[in-house]
């Protein structure tokens, strides 16, 4: 198992490798934001540290993109560039890293006491969190390319295209972080990358709120962000959503500070942080399209628009050209028909949700609350529905900002529900409506005695719910941190692709190749020979006039993998051509029931 760790004294090791890498970016981050804006007059002390380590994961990204792309991926390499990272800043600027003493002052200011409750849900959340992410990976997305394409990458040492992939030219900013883990130690590391955003944004959820607001709805904002189980769902897999939220959110916030630190640095910077989420995933087309509207209408100024613009252009146009150049897409394989062709129709969220009319909107949100499994099955629970209608008898009087931040959520919940309804989609809207549900949540308990029982109670069920969905969740996992249960054991059990790659990495010979009709999941499989069949096999062999059939008897591969689910014409080539079943197995995950079958061509049986 490649890769692969498990156990308790991994897990540290791999805590450990995060905390310098982020030590890395935080540096190298500072020093480029010290260039833009000065963190003694515009920035609290933990607003300079996130603004710091967000701008010095970009610039890691892009840097794993720039040497990987020249052939010199190796871990050597990756090594001297974060030590260089952490150095640099120390050399050219001193005050590039905030003295530690001063993180445990500011914390602690008021008796501990006072915020313990906080810090004891919020360290339960992320604590459980973490103990899924350092457990051996599964996730559908994740084993098909989050973390399978980066294996490649690790493999052949330099960042490439993959032939027969739709996703390995998209944009791969929280990849190269995972690519980053697979070389320095392995999918422990790299699943934690994505629960750092789990802590990250949860952190400038609560500066946010503090600054908008004051200190209390940042706490509060903060545990309304924790316990949204879709948030704690995405930090256990190395999938892209929270890093989505966080740069979503990062590009909002300088809206609120534009007038703090001037609405030229304040677009730049937001420009910066939109190009990370357009950097991270298409979605991000309709966050950019918002934002610069919103820039144009606040800061009334073209050269604030066009920072807005360059930011964004130089942190994401690097994946957007490459797609370009290689595929004639910069979108692949998305809106086709503008580019010659190149790419397909796609049927992405088509069958999540539950209708695309007025109506349906007006009921959104009842419908994600109530009805989660129409919605990909992870669930936002019941706090944004309890609370944020409470916000109506705040907008008498709201200040410009609101309004601002008002209109951006409105117009991208509007976006996502037009473009796919999946609920970890509407996930990165949450940090900003956190800080509004946390808002609401404060206007209640701020007014009768009777209304702040009832909000308390409320809020106090629903978190010890979550909570106990939590614990629920990472039930089986314990036994792996522990080392009472083996990664192969638990993969066995949990995760649906491993008996078969198990059963080709113990019989299949060198040279030998796997036609994979079956299973779209790879990250376990032993052969780097080998063709899926999916989207961008079909659309090769209708530009090659090729039938499925001619080109299986043409390539006459060792082992065919098949299921249930599928097309009927793999399904008859092997019920007619040269195939015998060489083993068969069943697995079920959550509500479906899977049946995999491997055939091996019968002449070299």
């Known amino acids: 198992m490649e890769f692969v760790t498990a156990g308790l004294f991994p897990s540290i090791w791999a805590t450990v490798l995060l905390a310098g890498v982020v030590f890395a970016c935080a540096g190298i981050g500072a020093l480029f934001l010290a260039a833009v804006v000065s963190e003694e007059n515009c920035l609290s002390f933990f607003e300079w540290i996130i603004f710091s380590i967000s701008v010095g994961i970009i610039i890691l990204s892009l840097s794993i993109l720039g040497i990987g792309s020249a052939g010199f991926l190796r871990r050597d390499v990756v090594i001297i560039l974060l030590a260089g990272f952490a150095i640099l800043p120390l050399l050219v600027r001193k005050r590039s890293y905030p003295h530690i003493w001063q993180i445990f002052t500011s914390l602690f200011k008021k008796p501990l006491s006072s915020k313990a409750i906080f810090f004891l849900l919020a360290g339960a959340a992320v604590l459980l969190a973490w103990v899924s992410a350092v457990s051996p990976p599964i996730g559908n997305d994740a084993l098909a390319y989050h973390l399978a394409h ?146 144009v209408v606040t800061a009334r100024s073209w050269r604030a628009c066009a920072l807005f613009l360059l930011g964004s252009v130089l942190v994401s146009m690097a994946w957007y050209l490459k797609s370009w150049m290689i595929l004639g897409n910069p979108v692949y394989p998305f809106f086709h028909e503008l580019f010659n062709g190149n790419g397909y129709p796609s049927s992405l969220g088509e069958k999540v949700g539950m209708g695309k009319g007025f109506l349906s909107f007006l009921l959104l949100g009842w419908n994600i609350t109530m009805h989660p499994t129409s919605f990909g099955g992870e669930s936002l629970g019941p706090f944004y529905l309890l609370f944020m209608p409470w916000l109506v008898p705040l907008a008498k009087g709201a200040r410009k900002e609101s309004l601002v931040l008002t209109l951006f959520c409105f117009f991208y919940v509007i976006f996502i529900f037009t473009q796919s309804q999946q609920a970890r989609f509407f996930l990165s809207a949450i940090p900003l409506l956190c800080v509004s549900t946390a808002a609401s949540l404060c206007f209640l308990m701020n007014k009768t005695k009777w209304l702040k029982c009832v909000a308390g109670i409320v809020l106090s069920v629903v978190i010890v719910l979550h909570l106990g969905i939590y614990i629920y969740r990472t039930r089986d996992l314990w036994a792996v941190w522990l080392g009472r249960t083996g990664p192969y054991q638990y993969l066995m059990k949990h995760e649906r692709s491993f008996e078969g790659y198990s059963y080709l990495k113990q019989h299949i010979k060198a040279g030998e190749r796997l036609f994979n009709a079956g299973e779209g999941r790879q990250f376990y499989s032993p052969l780097r020979e080998r063709v899926f069949y999916n989207e961008p096999f079909l659309e090769a062999l209708r530009k090659k006039g090729l039938t499925l059939s001619r080109y299986l008897d043409e390539e006459r591969f060792e082992y065919l993998w098949i299921s249930r689910q599928s097309d009927e014409a793999v399904s008859e080539y092997v019920r007619t051509g040269p195939y015998r079943e060489v083993f068969s197995y069943s697995f079920k995950e959550g509500t479906a029931d899977f049946y995999f079958h491997i055939y091996k061509r019968s002449d070299i049986i």
């Open 150 to 295: 980066p294996k490649e990458f690790v493999l052949a040492g330099k960042i490439a295209y993959l032939a027969g992939t739709r996703e390995s030219l998209w944009p791969y900013l929280t990849e190269m972080l995972y690519t980053v883990g697979l070389l320095l130690q392995g999918t422990m590391l790299a699943t934690l990358f994505h629960w750092f955003f789990l802590v990250i944004t949860a952190c400038a959820v609560y500066t946010f709120g503090k600054r908008f607001f004051d200190e209390k709805i940042g706490c509060y904002a903060v545990i309304v962000f924790l316990f949204t189980p879709a948030a704690f769902a995405q930090a256990s897999y190395a999938y892209v959503d929270l890093s989505l939220a966080f740069y979503i959110f990062m590009a909002v916030y300088p809206l609120i500070l534009a007038k703090k630190i001037g609405y030229e640095r304040a677009a730049f910077l937001s420009g910066l942080f939109c190009g990370g989420a357009l950097s991270t995933k298409y979605l991000a087309l309709g966050v950019f399209a918002i934002l610069f509207i919103l820039w």
